[in-house]
């Protein structure tokens, strides 16, 4: 049983969309959150944390948690071409740094 | 430019063999880790350590071993590997807080037939 659970498995938006992804967590000792994107045939690279309640902007990324609900999501404004990925959220505790991957959301943006 | 460098990035083995995957690290982090990736798992723990001599085991550790001589090298050893084996292997360094991101490898394609 997989303790970080993301859906939808796969999303597919036009090019200037806007993709939303959702992460929830079964374990209410996770205090850090991170998103991954991975492209294809590399390793997962860190895009953006977020470890306190409500959003965090980066440019074209907002990450949104709800801890009390255990929930995480990740919007991409203005979808790119090369933002198609496969987008993991990950979690780990307070005293570990152990994180725990969800099976991921394979993002594709079409021209 | 700190970097983790997989090798080797494509392996074949027989069923029974032994495999060993290695793993560097030049960010000079203390803790180590391998995942497994597989489409519908998503990256799964196999094993992690905090230092050079320590292993810890993750989710999935059954049929693993894994070895850490020295701060820069973690292996991965499968004493008898076994088709359910074939994955992608993906080794990650990062630091102690827990607020700390992963630098991951670009991973190790294993297929056992």
Known sequence: ?111 | EAAVTQSPRNKVAVTGGKVTLSCNQTNNHNNMYWYRQDTGHGLRLIHYSYGAGSTEKGDIPDGYKASRPSQENFSLILELATPSQTSVYFCASGGQAANSDYTFGSGTRLLVI
């Open chain 1, 1 to 111: 049983q997989q303790k970080v659970q993301q859906s939808p498995e796969s999303l597919s938006v036009p090019e200037g969309g806007m993709a939303s992804l959702n992460c929830t967590s079964s374990d209410r000792n996770f205090q850090y959150f991170w998103w991954y994107r991975q492209h294809s045939g590399e390793g997962p690279k860190a895009l953006m944390s977020i470890f306190s309640d409500g959003d965090k902007k980066e440019g074209r990324f907002t990450a949104h948690l709800n801890k009390a609900s255990l929930h995480v999501s990740l919007h991409i404004r203005d979808s790119q071409p090369s933002d198609s990925a496969l987008y993991f959220c990950a979690a780990s505790w307070s005293n570990y740094n152990v994180l725990y991957f969800g099976s991921g959301t394979k993002l594709t943006v079409e021209p």
